[in-house]
């Protein structure tokens, strides 16, 4: 949450514990598709023809398949993390007449 007081942005950001993400979700997220790959590679060296090559293809195929959606999700939610602060900006520009980042422009006395 970003808030704007005295002519400074203020930005709250959730507890260090919060922000790391836990090993359940950090399973779910590369250790699926992890697995899946290994899974492939052992089928290979198992049975390396026949059902084994087609193994491998399929598992390596679908684990990085796993990897990269789950990579790319992260990407897209990274970029709107980026719009919603410069939006914030752009709110505290119309209010102050300045960046957040800014020095306030003194008045020139005529």
């Given at each position: 949450?970003?808030?704007?007081?005295?002519?400074?942005?203020?930005?709250?950001?959730?507890?260090?514990?919060?922000?790391?993400?836990?090993?359940?979700?950090?399973?779910?997220?590369?250790g699926?598709?992890?697995?899946?790959?290994?899974?492939?590679?052992?089928l290979l060296?198992?049975?390396?023809?026949?059902?084994?090559?087609?193994?491998?293809?399929?598992?390596?195929?679908?684990g990085?398949?796993?990897?990269?959606?789950?990579?790319?999700?992260?990407?897209?939610?990274?970029?709107?993390?980026?719009?919603?602060?410069?939006?914030?900006?752009?709110?505290?520009?119309?209010?102050?007449?300045?960046?957040?980042?800014?020095?306030?422009?003194?008045?020139?006395?005529?």
């Open positions: 949450m970003i808030l704007a007081q005295r002519n400074v942005l203020i930005v709250h950001q959730r507890p260090a514990s919060a922000q790391r993400p836990g090993a359940l979700t950090l399973f779910v997220r590369y699926i598709g992890g697995i899946m790959v290994v899974a492939g590679i052992v060296i198992v049975n390396p023809g026949g059902f084994g090559v087609d193994g491998f293809s399929m598992s390596v195929g679908a990085l398949s796993v990897l990269l959606l789950n990579w790319m999700y992260r990407l897209g939610v990274s970029g709107d993390r980026e719009r919603d602060r410069e939006e914030l900006a752009r709110r505290y520009l119309e209010e102050h007449g300045h960046w957040p980042d800014e020095e306030p422009r003194r008045r020139q006395h005529r």
